[in-house]
């Protein structure tokens, strides 16, 4: 069992950046991958990023991609970068773990923290 908890969310101006942080706490494991959900207000949420065990391998949503880039320091530490913000990436970002040995990202996770709000104006 482990707990997430988000921070670093706000609000930014289109074309801004901003970096998200994810503490893991508890039955922690090198063996999590880890990934980034978001869901804006009245959408489902959607798979954003995610990076595996070794950090080796990442892989990213075609909405993101050349804009966010996540990392991991170690295994209680991941993050989000976020660049180039627009509008449509306004939602509350979520950090989620998964037990998963294999050198690709997962899509599907187990544990999940509460999120944080990201709200990026025109």
């Known amino acids: 069992q482990v707990q997430l908890v988000e921070s670093g969310g706000g609000l930014v101006q289109a074309g801004g950046s901003l970096r998200l942080s994810c503490a893991a706490s508890?039955?922690?494991?090198?063996?999590?991958?880890m990934g980034w959900f978001r869901q804006a207000p009245e959408k489902e949420r959607e798979f954003v990023a995610g990076?595996?065990?070794?950090?080796?391998?990442t892989d990213y949503a075609d909405s993101v991609k050349g804009r966010f880039t996540v990392s991991r320091g170690n295994a209680k530490n991941t993050y989000l970068q976020m660049n180039s913000l627009k509008p449509e990436d306004t939602a509350v970002y979520y950090c989620?773990?998964?037990?998963?040995?294999?050198?690709?990202?997962?899509?599907?996770?187990?544990?999940w923290g509460q999120g944080t709000q990201v709200t990026v104006s025109s």
């Open positions: 989620a773990a998964k037990i998963w040995l294999a050198d690709t990202v997962p899509r599907g996770y187990d544990y």
């Open positions: 990076i595996t065990r070794s950090g080796d391998t």
């Open positions: 508890g039955r922690t494991s090198l063996n999590y991958a």
